[in-house]
Each structure stands twice: as C-alpha cells, then as structure tokens.
T-cell receptor, first 115, second 112 residues
C-alpha cells in the first residue's frame, strides 16, 4: 500500500487566493481526518469523515475553510480566501476506527505558505 | 481545550542513553497512543496502550499508563541517532467520541 497520499507537498500562494489541498486515504479505512500543525497551536483536528460523511467539523477555524469527500478514495480541503495566518502544515490521516485501535496513518503533509 | 501536555518540550541525550518523555491528559480515555515525527514528515504510529493496561512494550519502547494521575510515559532504551525526532502522545477521549487529540510534543535529539 502506498499509504496516505497528499498533494501538493508545498504550496505558496498570495493572500486572497483560493487554495485546494488533496488527499487519498488508505483503501479500506473508513475514517479520514484533516489536521493542521503550527508551532503555536500544535496539531489541531479540523474535521473528520466517516464513510465519506463529515461527522465533526468543530475544529474548522472559519467559514473560509471547507472540506469534502466525494468518494472513499478522495478528499479536499479548501481555503477561500486564504490569509497569511493560514500558513501551516496540513496533514491528512486515515484509520479503520475512530479510536485508532490500529493507529492513524498520516500523509506527508502539505506545507502551505500564504504571502 | 483537551489538548494534553507533554514534558519535557525538548530533550538532548547521547547515543546509548535512555530517553523518557511524559504526557498528561485531561479526562477519561479509551486509549493513549504515541507517534513519532521526523523533520518534514508525517506522524508515524509507534504504540498504543488501552485504559485498562498499565504497561506495554514494543522493541526498545516501553509505555506506562497511570490513570489515577492521568499520565503516561514513553521510554526509549539504548537510544540511537536515528531516534532523533519529535514524539507526540495522542489521547482518545470518551467525551470526544474517541477521536485523537494530540499533545504539543517532545523534541528528542540523540547525539552520536
């Protein structure tokens, strides 16, 4: 298995532009998570899906953030419009269970820089 | 926030020494997990301990859980330079539906 695949690895964009981050989870994993990592706030859970349905989006910081999972093998996290404070590393993770009895598998992350 | 705390924030040791990292959590948990993150990479799952367990081993890793103190420790024995990374604990809280909440991490540096 290739693991969780995220794209792009790096993204540099100007303030006000739309940014779309992509994730392909591990086949057979029913849960998909989007986390954001910053020095100040650490690793924050933004949203998670179960069987392609968004379950908990309480961590999404603002309406500028949206996430979709149109099928079991693809998810997107969109920021529109982007702001400099959105600069962070965004991770996608997938798991068979919410409690992670076998652990969560993380992608390599997308490093977003908004200038 | 239910984000737990980890200490120390940073730890520097020599190869061959043992490294101990601590994690505290806030309320009742289903399990507690430890992850490693190498610089510029994603997190990798190391070991899980359930709330009814007190100690688990995996290779050079030993994890303990003290539910009365709401704390856990990760011990890496006979450390190697390749163990240099950040280590995170993650708690699966009952009152959060079980989703994982990560601590701030401990940055471990193992000098050859």
């Amino acid at each position: 298995d290739a693991g969780v695949i995220q794209s792009p690895r790096h993204e540099v964009t100007e303030m006000g532009q739309e940014v779309t981050l992509r994730c392909k989870p591990i086949s057979g994993h029913d849960y998909l998570f989007w986390y954001r990592q910053t020095m100040m706030r650490g690793l924050e859970l933004l949203i998670y899906f179960n069987n392609n349905v968004p379950i908990d989006d309480s961590g999404m910081p603002e309406d500028r953030f949206s996430a979709k999972m149109p099928n079991a093998s693809f998810s997107t996290l969109k920021i529109q419009p982007s702001e400099p404070r959105d600069s962070a590393v965004y991770f996608c993770a997938s798991s068979k269970e919410l409690q992670g009895a076998y652990g969560y598998t993380f992608g390599s992350g997308t490093r977003l820089t908004v200038v | 926030s239910q984000q737990g705390e980890e200490d120390p924030q940073a730890l520097s040791i020599q190869e061959g020494e043992n490294a101990t990292m601590n994690c505290s959590y806030k309320t009742s948990i289903n399990n507690l997990q430890w992850y490693r993150q190498n610089s510029g990479r994603g997190l990798v799952h190391l070991i899980l301990i359930r709330s009814n367990e007190r100690e688990k081993h995996s290779g050079r890793l030993r994890v303990t859980l003290d539910t009365s103190k709401k704390s856990s420790s990760l011990l890496i024995t006979a450390s190697r330079a390749a163990d240099t990374a950040s280590y995170f604990c993650a708690s699966s809280y009952y009152n959060q539906g079980g989703k994982l909440i990560f601590g701030q991490g401990t940055e471990l540096s193992v000098k050859p």
